[in-house]
């Protein structure tokens, strides 16, 4: 197949594909959208300069309608050049990068869908059959369709666990995204990919821009409508050292679940904290002024505060347990 160029508008591949632009194009290969004459739909179209092994991987990958998150194969084959191509749905919507580049703060509702979608697909990808390591969770191979719902569009990078070092080149993966031992060439698990997922998710919550500061300083800002949980798990996601990772894309979410919840709760009592302190201040001043018989009043309002702070400390040591006891049954899962 002649080489072509990146301009091509309305020309005709395979008597049967209308090119109309390129969406994409990497070390390896372009990607292209197009018409199915024959069929009037929209396709994508991508084109490797070389077929290896990993073609035959991204293949088999695609071809499991499994998972609802990758983009469905409707053919695929090799020229007589050695270039090889892939037919797939094309799927509408931005990348989550461009995505993030216009909508500067997610609602904490819509952070917390995409950390369940996320970590769902995980959890399918690990666990089938074959066992399969993503490797390249990033912004940009992520697209946010018009209903907010995520779909991956490249499974380039993607491997058969146990088959990585097959496939292994120098390094894999992007900066920022890639975990440290998958960005140096050492063998790699299913914690690479939760590196990626916590790398994603700190990318939303921040901004991309900020990701590669707090990755070194673990520091993830108190965002307003953020809970602190929901940030820690992140932090758990993006330890450098694997071991301290989540095992399982399954662990993770059983505790970002569990940390929406107790954010929700602490939200609730720092509100309830917040509205005891107007009121006492408020009592107090009106009895010294007004009613200074009524000091016992403001002495009631003072104990009720102190319960909650009481209360407030109780949680916080119970859950500090209880996230110790979490911690070593993980890595124990592992």
Not at 29 to 56: C, S
Request: aromatic share 12%; hydrophobic share 40%; glycine share 8%.
């Amino acid at each position: 197949m002649a080489e072509r160029e990146v301009s091509c508008q309305a020309c005709v591949w395979f008597d049967r594909y209308e090119i109309k632009e390129i969406l994409g194009e990497g070390g390896t290969g372009r990607v292209y959208l197009a018409r199915d004459m024959r069929l009037g739909r929209p396709v994508a179209i991508k084109i490797l300069e070389r077929v290896t092994e990993q073609f035959e991987e991204e293949i088999a990958l695609l071809q499991r309608q499994s998972f609802r998150m990758l983009p469905a194969v409707f053919d695929a084959w090799v020229e007589e050049s050695g270039e090889g191509v892939i037919v797939m749905e094309y799927v509408e919507g931005q990348n989550l990068k461009e995505y993030l580049a216009l909508h500067r703060q997610i609602p904490e509702r819509q952070i917390y869908d995409w950390g369940v979608q996320l970590g769902e697909f995980l959890d399918k990808l690990h666990n089938g059959n074959p066992k399969v390591l993503y490797r390249d969770l990033k912004p940009e191979n992520i697209m946010v369709q018009p209903d907010k719902t995520l779909r991956f569009v490249d499974v380039g990078a993607a491997v058969r666990l146990g088959a990585e070092r097959s496939f292994q080149r120098k390094r894999v993966g992007t900066p920022g995204y890639a975990a440290p031992e998958q960005w140096e060439g050492k063998s790699v698990d299913e914690r690479a990919d939760i590196y990626g997922l916590g790398a994603v998710l700190c990318a939303v919550m921040e901004g991309e821009e900020k990701l590669k500061s707090q990755v070194f300083s673990g520091n993830l800002t108190e965002k307003s409508g953020v809970p602190e949980g929901m940030r820690r798990a992140v932090r758990r996601c993006l330890s450098p050292e694997r071991e301290k990772r989540y095992a399982t894309a399954r662990a993770f979410l059983t505790d970002w679940r569990q940390y929406k919840r107790a954010g929700r709760g602490r939200i609730l009592m720092f509100r309830m904290e917040e509205i005891l302190k107007i009121g006492f201040l408020y009592a107090a001043v009106y009895i010294i002024w007004y009613r200074p018989e009524c000091l016992s009043l403001a002495g009631h309002f003072l104990m009720g505060y102190l319960w909650l702070k009481a209360a407030e400390w109780i949680y916080r040591v119970r859950n500090e347990k209880w996230e110790q006891k979490r911690s070593v049954w993980c890595r124990s899962a592992g």
